[in-house]
T-cell receptor, first 110, second 117 residues
Framework: SQKIEQNSEALNIQEGKTATLTCNYT??????LQWYRQDPGRGPVFLLL?????KEKRKERLKVTFDTTLKQSLFHITASQPADSATYLC?????????FGAGTRLAVHP | DAGVTQSPTHLIKTRGQQVTLRCSPK?????VSWYQQALGQGPQFIFQ???????QRGNFPDRFSGHQFPNYSSELNVNALLLGDSALYLC????????????????FGQGTRLTVV
């Protein structure tokens, strides 16, 4: 079945470092992937969208890549700050069923 | 411009009861999707409505049904509630792109926390 997998282990990094989160998809080829941020008890907030024909997308301190050969998207936060601590969700849609990964919790320590 | 609004914010129901959750999409959006999110897990897609019809559906039983009104607002109904239905229910609004395949970015509401006892 179509699946999105994210690292379930929390990622702990030091302030100022680059956080890299991974999203792997199996058994389908999404036309695009989206990344969302979710804080506890709140709905997800959209961050970035990348299409299958785009290798990389940037927005301020955020960068996302899309590798259709590896069936993987990487999400980077540069110069991370404690305020970046949250759960980050990978999502794909279109004619495929709308699928979220389970999310990776990021903790940025001062 | 109000974003996506959901009501109620919290709800406690008894097993076997029925519940209706409501969602008003962001202005200008015509598509509403519903998700169930259990604690510590990612949102699970329930169904999506566009032009008052169910466009896509996830792996949820028929106890879960929905409706979209002409003003694009939507309801999620769950019948014969089970303890396992306890979760955060999220509504997301978006617009279908002209190719009618892809969705634009989705805007989520704060969710309705449903507890079944």
């Amino acid at each position: 079945s179509q699946k999105i997998e994210q690292n379930s282990e929390a990622l702990n990094i030091q302030e100022g470092k680059t956080a890299t989160l991974t999203c792997n998809y199996t058994n389908y080829s999404p036309a695009y992937l989206q990344w969302y941020r979710q804080d506890p008890g709140r709905g997800p907030v959209f961050l970035l969208l990348i299409r299958e024909n785009e290798k990389e997308k940037r927005k301020e301190r955020l960068k996302v890549t899309f590798d259709t050969t590896l069936k993987q998207s990487l999400f980077h936060i540069t110069a991370s700050q404690p305020a970046d601590s949250a759960t980050y969700l990978c999502f794909s849609g279109g004619y495929n069923k709308l699928i979220f990964g389970a999310g990776t919790r990021l903790a940025v320590h001062p | 411009d109000a974003g996506v609004t959901q009501s109620p914010t919290h709800l406690i129901k008894t097993r076997g009861q029925q519940v209706t959750l409501r969602c008003s999409p962001k202005s200008g959006h015509d598509t509403v999707s519903w998700y169930q999110q259990a604690l510590g897990q990612g949102p699970q897609f329930i169904f999506q409505y566009y032009e008052e019809e169910e466009r896509q559906r996830g792996n949820f039983p028929d106890r879960f049904s929905g409706h979209q009104f002409p003003n694009y607002s939507s309801e999620l109904n769950v019948n014969a509630l089970l303890l396992g239905d306890s979760a955060l229910y999220l509504c997301a609004s978006s617009s279908l792109l002209r190719d009618s395949v892809s969705n634009t970015e989705a805007f989520f509401g704060q969710g309705t926390r449903l507890t079944v006892v």
